[in-house]
């Protein structure tokens, strides 16, 4: 075994055969912003054997102050959060493989990006795919961590199916947490969310190495500016006699045919359009047409025209991300005029 996992196997919750178990493990990440810069750089370093990444985002200005893993170059560059992430971790640990996946997470892809997963970790920013997630989990009993973060505040829980309540049965007691605001309108310091991370990162070892009586179980609540920790414990959050899910087995997030045609992005002032057919763009050939019409920047993954006060970024799927505005006709609007529906 490598030298370089010498201080965790000498720790007494890894050990050998607890890095030999871990060595044989895929965990899929699911956004890399704050939480996801964190919780991945401490996996690739932990010596799994792979890390997905999965992310629908290409990194701007107001992510540096945060997300741990980017910088200016990969701005200047253009960079996908999931292609810049995945450079840098490879980079960090060549043992290990380090994928990257530009893509929406949704319900035509998730059977196929998550299938080889034996842990999915949450690093995502809103509550449809955190649903669909733990829709998915459910179904094929596969663990998942979740995480989320606003101001000073913090929440994670692990979900390991038939061990633990689900997502939705914590929802019917818990009010949707980030409802009342997102990181735009309430902003967020950054030891939270490397915090909240850190956690997540550690009770993947535990999951990762079969330490269930280990794993912290219930809700973790942090505020780091009014010194708060509070636990809410499994056992106190009532498994409801009909909780769709984990009870009912009725897993509408993955029924739905089409995924939603759009989204608003938290913190964004952004919508994102997905085309239904899920078409290829060429994107050279789209880049020549868009250059007489506005200032345009580009490269493999993805091409940014700025209008006015609006800036389209889109992708080779076909998806856009229409920043500048949180109307959705608007945004269809200029995704009709530009790149055409
Ligand atoms: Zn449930």
Redesign the pocket.
Known sequence: MSERYARQVLFYGIGKEGQKTLMEKTVVLIGCGALGCTSANLLVRSGIKCLKIIDRDYIEESNLQRQSLFDEEDIKQNLPKAVAAQKKLQKTNSLIRVESFVADLNPSNIETLLQDAHLIVDGTDNFETRFLI?DYC?KNSTPWIYGACIGSTGLTMNIIPSKT??????LEHVPPFGTTGTCDTEGIIAPIASLIASIQAAEALKILTNKYDDVSKGLLKIDLWRNEIKRMFAEDII??AD?????QHHYEFLKKDVCSMTTTLCGRNAIQLLPLNGSKLDLTKLATRLEKVGKISYNSFLIRLKIDKYELAVFPDGRSIISGTNDVATAKGLYAKYIGM
Do not use: Q
């Open positions: 733990n459910v309540p689900c997502f939705r049965c914590m498994d409801i909780c769709l899910a984990c009870r």
